[in-house]
């Protein structure tokens, strides 16, 4: 898949098909790829926990929050759960600054997974320090960001923003809308 | 390219065939892959400010800080300096979290690039306000990062970290060397 289309294709999944499992070498090649990845002063603060089995799927599953925009669904349901998860961490004894270290490598292992026909959606809405404990993390092992991962099981649409409205929504066939803002309000000024 | 080709192509590069120029339309192009990527509470409070001016890149040049970890080099001498540069700021009358909306979006700004042909870096080390002084940036526009542009010059490869020396080196034939920390460091456990 060209860079376009799988940076396209790389949407912001919640429901997937829970059945089509993800194997632990797969979920290593995807964070094997955040290695080749720019670091601030080349740190490498991060570190990362998988999860592709069942019960600690639902362990963390329950720490999670979904969908802030739509306050009338939980989350998905069983059989629509993620398949596995990756927990993005900020090894502290490393460096106090991670830069902006996630988000390069949450993108990188969001297409890694999307060009193997999976897909996923970061979440910040974790309890941290529950999950923290689910997962016997030492204390200088910051959790920031849980990606949840599994074969999406629904379509979503990218739409023009309008009126500066950035809430997402379901419509009555089940898909997902995104309004994002126009390339030419992103682009402040370009000099020639 | 396949995606783990580009993420290994998407280096830092410093120097560039200067020479080379790069359109305004390519760097219209390259920002606008940010479009569809994941933005925090989806509020896209980034935005971009593109030069391919050369007396523009020649003032924004005398701003940033080069290689911290290489003492002897100033920086890119005339001839290998960047074509264009992308300034990403963040909109604070749009939100004041931006979560980690910019490491995801400079990333495929710059695979976009790679993917293109060009590369670049990732700067962080700018003088903030005399930037936003040259471009005219109102108080509301937050500089964060700096990507230099350009047809790459260097060759830069990925080593094994050894004994957790971060510290990126040239050799004596102006190869660039990045030591990586292995995989096996980067995953703290995967549960299968």
Redesign the interface.
């Known amino acids: 898949m060209?860079?376009?289309a799988?940076?396209?294709k790389?949407r912001?999944y919640r429901r997937f098909h829970e059945e089509e499992r993800i194997s632990?070498e797969l979920?290593?090649k995807w964070?094997?790829?955040?290695?080749?990845?720019?670091s601030?002063?080349?740190?490498?603060p991060?570190?990362?926990?998988?999860?592709?089995?069942r019960e600690?799927n639902a362990g963390i599953f329950n720490l999670l929050g979904w969908a802030?925009?739509l306050p009338d669904w939980a989350g998905p349901t069983e059989g629509e759960r993620p398949a596995g998860y990756v927990v993005v961490?900020h090894d502290k004894l490393i460096s106090e600054n991670r830069?902006?270290?996630?988000?390069?490598?949450?993108?990188?292992i969001?297409?890694?997974a999307v060009?193997d026909g999976f897909g996923g959606?970061?979440i910040?809405s974790v309890n941290k320090s529950k999950l923290a404990g689910l997962?016997n993390?030492p204390e200088h092992?910051e959790i920031?960001?849980v990606l949840a991962l599994g074969k999406p099981a629904e379509t979503v649409v990218?739409e023009d923003?309008k009126e500066g409205d950035?809430?997402?929504w379901r419509d009555a066939y089940q898909v997902h809308h995104?309004?994002?803002?126009?390339?030419n309000?992103?682009?402040?000024?370009?000099?020639?």
């Open positions: 060209n860079l376009t799988l940076v396209q790389n912001s632990a979920l290593e964070i094997g790829l955040s290695r080749f990845t720019a601030g002063r080349n740190n490498q991060l570190k990362y926990i998988g999860s592709v089995n600690l802030g925009y961490v830069y902006c270290d996630d988000g390069i490598a949450v993108q990188t969001m297409l890694g060009d959606c970061i910040g997962l993390l092992l920031l960001w990218i923003m950035v809430k997402y995104v309004p994002k803002r126009p390339v309000e992103l682009v402040y000024s370009i000099i020639p």
